[in-house]
């Protein structure tokens, strides 16, 4: 059965990503959510910085948890979860 992306969705997956980085002694951590997007989060003292790569970015900007969930959800709608 095949996945599309939710808000609901993504929410989760940045919550994984973020309590991956938090609980282990590595500093950031990169996992990819769709074949095109790739999220990579730093935990900087205890704050967490989100950067996004996907095609229709130019760059890579410095996001909190809520800005990068937005981001994410425009730049992935109706794309297949890997």
Do not use: Q, R, W
């Amino acid at each position: 059965m095949k996945k599309y992306i939710s808000i609901s969705y993504i929410s989760e997956f940045l919550n994984k990503l973020s309590e991956i980085v938090k609980n282990s002694n590595d500093a950031s951590f990169l996992m990819f959510l769709t074949s095109s997007c790739k999220v990579k989060v730093i935990n900087n003292n205890g704050n967490m910085e989100f950067y996004i790569f996907h095609p229709k970015i130019d760059k890579n900007i410095k996001m909190d948890k809520l800005t990068a969930g937005k981001t994410i959800f425009n730049l992935t709608k109706g794309e297949e979860v890997l």
